[in-house]
Every structure is written in C-alpha cells, then in structure tokens.
C-alpha cells in the first residue's frame, strides 16, 4: 500500500483541529519518498485503515501540543529494509523520563498539561500496538523546549513486489 494514501486521510481528519490553531501540516513524504526509482509514493506492507489511525493520532498529539501558528512536519527515510516515518512538532518536548512511558495505556506526562486537550492516554498505546503487529517499532526523540518526533518504521516493498491495492 502507499503509506501517503493513509497519511493524506488522516491529515483530512485533523485539518479542523489545526485549523483552529492555525497550525499548518508540511507534508514531505513524497519529497523525502525513500524509494526514488519507485514513483507513485511510499509502499510498505500495512493495512491502510490502520496506518490510518496510526498517522491520525500521531497528528493529533502534534497539533494539540503545539503552539498556535506552528507546524507539523511529516517525512520519512529508509533504514534497511524498512521506511522510517517522522512527524515532527514544535511544542514544548517531552523530559527523557517520560518517552519510555508514553506508549503505556492511560499514561499521560502531565494530566493537568492534557487536561483541555481531551487525551485518554490510549492513543499512543494503540499506535504501538498497530505497528509492532505490522512488524514494526514506535518510539519518540524529544528535547525538551525544542518540540517532540515520533518515529515509527514499517516494512518497505520493493518496486518488483507492489501489486495494485486490495483493500
């Protein structure tokens, strides 16, 4: 499937939500497409629905933790055999103690922090769940005062191997 199908889907969902925050999504995936003798997009083995969601609440996060008129940064890169996605923010980060953490269920940083931004602490939970099934890992590189990464990888399919989509 092409990863930048479920990206633009769930960039869609989200556009509300940045549009009250006036903050923009700066899509680099094609751009930064680590298969260049491939056009078409990113292909790697997933199920679209999920990769969906996976983009989706990865987004979210960005949005609600940025500041107003900022942006959110989506590129990728190969890493062997696999295509690493970014997504970027420029909100507060995240202090080291916390990133291992935040892929647990119900686990938010600061609850009074979260508190007007309607998280549950499923949201990365599911996220991690969604990528280790598809072969994958999720983790976060952050600084705090210098914004927030997640990164997720998934498997690559080679351009001898893509096959129209069948879902």
Aim: charged content about 25%; aromatic content about 8%; hydrophobic content about 35%.
């Amino acid at each position: 499937m092409d990863a930048g199908e479920s990206l633009r889907s769930a960039m869609e969902m989200c556009a509300p939500l940045a549009q009250g925050k006036q903050i923009r999504f700066e899509n680099n995936l094609e751009l930064s497409r680590p298969q260049e003798d491939a056009p078409g997009g990113v292909w790697v083995l997933g199920d679209k629905s999920r990769l969906v969601q996976v983009f989706q609440n990865i987004l979210e996060n960005a949005v609600r933790f940025s500041p107003e008129k900022g942006k959110v940064t989506i590129s990728c890169r190969p890493e062997g055999e696999y295509v690493v996605f970014a997504i970027r923010d420029h909100g507060a980060g995240i202090p080291r103690e916390h990133q291992e953490r935040l892929f647990e269920r119900f686990y938010r940083q600061d609850a009074a922090r979260s508190e007007g931004n309607g998280g549950t602490g499923l949201g990365l939970a599911i996220c991690k769940h969604i990528v280790r099934h598809h072969g994958g890992r999720i983790w976060v590189e952050s600084t705090p005062g210098e914004g927030a990464t997640f990164l997720f990888t998934l498997k690559a399919v080679p351009p001898q191997s893509r096959k129209p989509e069948a879902n």
